[in-house]
């Protein structure tokens, strides 16, 4: 090949790389880091339209949608719609838990078809059966424009008198084996539908005797290293589109004189989800408003140690203290973090291009 041909090889080869891959600024590549919740129900509500534009600025990754941006299943549809035209060239995170039984946020009240939880589809169905009731699931999420949905449940239900995953039923079964067959199920069932998943709750929630939504979880007592074999099983599998780090606290993966939760920690981050299990795709946080983040740790903290630990996606539901400007809020601390710290700067471009690569994967 010529040397006029290579030059114009090489230069065509950059013009099919993905335009945002290469040509965002340390804003934009820091605002896809960001999801957050919102109120408003409606394609033309003032939240809904502020977000829109901080989507189509690159200020801002992605939405949650919860039970109270739920009116109609043609205004969520309505709304997904407007988020997407947003920004066609980077598509948002448009999610939800949709796990079934108790936790879902699209209802029978509006016209959708609900399904068992966790427990009960294993207890009655195959896998095969199941991948079948999460096929017709994940249709209807998809139809209404939606392109993550936070699950399948990784966690094992080894604690019968479990608040959060036993007490709902949201684990499928007592052995990892068996939890990671129907994990498939339910990924692969999404991933027909064009839908992204994010195994949760990393490292193992399901023999924690506490709820992180309410406060402090110690699970240091109590947690198995066999709780993270669907994550080794799946990884291993190449299924795994996020990992989504609970709030939890083990000595043993803390910070020296602190009490630093999962979704903090760079030792279960960076050391056992990364090293360890060799996963290199996109972590996300559990919600960081729930009392176990919340009532220990500043907006500035959570933001910087989640970052500095290895996330690339930091959820909001904005919950706790509603404000508009909050995604605006956790990109400044970001910007001014990275200013200061080229290894902070460095780390948010990391994420980027991993958020980059699952977002080629949104239909």
Not at 7 to 16: T, Y
Not at 213 to 240: N, S
Not at 338 to 356: C, G, K, L, M, N
Request: proline share 4%.
């Amino acid at each position: 090949m010529t040397s006029h041909f290579k030059c114009l090889a090489a230069g065509l080869s950059l013009l099919l790389l993905p335009v945002a891959a290469h040509a965002a600024t340390l804003e934009q590549m820091a605002g896809q880091m960001i999801v957050v919740g919102f109120q408003g129900d409606d394609a033309d509500d003032a939240d809904v339209v502020a977000l829109r534009a901080e989507l189509s600025a690159g200020r801002l990754g992605g939405v949650m949608l919860l039970k109270i941006n739920v009116k109609s299943l043609d205004a969520v549809g309505a709304m997904n719609t407007a988020f997407r035209a947003a920004a066609p060239d980077l598509p948002p995170f448009i999610t939800l838990d949709q796990e079934g039984g108790a936790v879902e946020r699209l209802t029978s009240e509006v016209g959708f078809r609900e399904i068992p939880n966790a427990a009960t589809v294993a207890a009655n169905n195959s896998p095969e059966q199941a991948e079948a009731i999460y096929s017709t699931m994940a249709a209807s999420i998809a139809e209404l424009g939606f392109s993550v949905n936070f699950g399948p449940v990784a966690d094992i239900n080894l604690n019968p008198d479990n608040q959060i995953i036993a007490k709902f039923g949201r684990a499928f079964a007592t052995d990892a084996a068996t939890v990671a067959a129907y994990d498939e199920a339910f990924i692969t069932a999404h991933h027909a539908a064009g839908l992204l998943t994010a195994l949760k709750h990393f490292p193992g929630h399901g023999s924690s005797t506490g709820d992180s939504h309410e406060g402090f979880v110690d699970i240091t007592q109590t947690w198995q290293p066999g709780e993270l074999d669907p994550y080794r099983t799946l990884i291993a599998a190449d299924m795994v589109d996020m990992v989504m780090v609970g709030h939890l606290y083990h000595a043993d993966y803390s910070d020296a004189g602190a009490q630093t939760p999962s979704s903090l920690s760079p030792q279960w981050i960076t050391g056992v989800l990364r090293e360890e299990l060799g996963y290199d795709g996109v972590v996300i946080s559990d919600d960081l408003e729930m009392g176990a983040i919340r009532d220990h740790f500043t907006l500035k903290q959570t933001v910087t140690m989640g970052v500095r630990a290895g996330m690339d996606v930091l959820l909001f539901s904005n919950t706790a203290k509603y404000r508009a400007s909050l995604g605006r809020e956790i990109l400044a601390i970001l910007l001014a973090e990275a200013e200061t710290d080229p290894a902070f700067a460095a780390r948010i471009e990391e994420s980027y291009q991993r958020i980059v690569a699952l977002k080629a994967r949104i239909r």
